[in-house]
């Protein structure tokens, strides 16, 4: 994982522990980075959601 990947993932701690419990469920670290910072925060900003308010638990992600 990149410097810059670990301190937007980091930035907040709530996203940190949902990234935690993200890849309890993977080996694929990259895919699980890449959805977190991707997908899942830009859902977040479009609709004004916190992570806590997140219908997709990280289990449900990765299948």
Do not use: C
């Not at 907040?12 to 977190?36: C, D, M, P, R, S």
């Not at 609709?47 to 990280?58: D, G, N, Q, R, S």
């Amino acid at each position: 994982m990149s410097e810059y990947d670990a301190g937007v993932l980091t930035d907040q701690k709530e996203i940190a522990l949902y990234f935690e419990e993200v890849i309890q469920h993977t080996k694929n670290y990259k895919a699980a980075t890449n959805w977190v910072m991707g997908e899942i925060k830009s859902h977040l900003n479009e609709f004004a959601l916190e992570i806590h308010e997140l219908k997709v638990t990280p289990k449900i992600l990765l299948r």
